[in-house]
């Protein structure tokens, strides 16, 4: 079988593009050019301007790949400038997937805050294709504000599925919105579940992290349950280029999904 170069982007072209929110907007490529499992990660690379690291946010199983991506800099700033029809260059998947046959006949607590919906979403919808497994799905997630909510079109259809909760929180509120208001840690005041062996699983900016990971603790969640995505400062997705090195892991290879256990004694771990 012929190996594929892991450093050869592979073209892809773009099918749809979705704004969510002013300034995050979901990549529907046409196709699947890589298979991926919920936790990994691909490098998209912009002809002319460089490559990122993304979490797919789409399911793993079947259907187009997907990224739901901020624009932030250089590079997501030339993604989203692309169009329908234009290519860009894929190449993945990289990192290790969240271990999903440890979540089996467990309820699992999902936090988001912000973009980091995003790697989640692709989480959510591989634990709902093989929902049968999997007691209860819980999602609390925290927007800046109602307008900042990723996948807003989408939630109705989710909240509807059997064994799904979702909660969430705006920072600050407008006349549309009728839910909770203050920052994600607000509605982990009441965790219905089992903290001493549901898993949990967190994602967002790192401030967010820091906060909710400290409350998860106090909640009594086992360090080795808490997952963390830690992908804020990855680069080549080999291990080549030092840039997420993080204590004695390279995120990019053995993460990006650490948990609490791995990284509780390097300081500062969410800088």
Partial sequence: MERVNP??????????????????????????????????????????VGEAPFTPSSSPYGGD????????????????ALKEGDLLGVRGPFGKPYPLRDFEGKDIFIVGGGVGFAPLRSLFLALVHNID????????????????IVYRQLIPTW????????????D????????????????????PVNVKTAPTVVCGPPLMMKFTTQKLLAAG??????????????????GKCNHCRLGKYYVCKDGPVLTWKD???IEEPFL
């Fill in 7 to 48: 450093y050869y982007p592979i073209p892809a072209r773009i099918k749809k593009i979705i704004p969510e929110t002013p300034n995050i907007t979901t990549f529907i490529l046409d196709g699947k050019p890589i298979e991926f499992e919920a936790g990994q990660f691909a490098e998209l690379t912009i002809p002319g």
């Fill in 65 to 80: 790949l997907e990224f739901t991506i901020m624009q932030v800099g250089r590079v997501t700033g030339a993604l989203c």
């Fill in 133 to 148: 497994k999997y007691r209860k799905i819980y999602i609390r997630y925290g927007a800046r504000t109602p307008k900042d």
């Fill in 159 to 170: 909240e509807k599925l059997p064994s799904v909760d979702i909660l969430m929180t705006v």
């Fill in 172 to 191: 600050v509120d407008d006349e549309s919105w009728k839910g909770r208001v203050g920052v994600v840690t607000v509605i982990l005041d009441e965790i």
């Fill in 221 to 238: 969640f086992n360090d080795a349950n808490v997952y963390l995505s830690m992908e804020q400062n990855m680069s080549c997705g080999l």
């Fill in 263 to 265: 990284i509780k004694d």
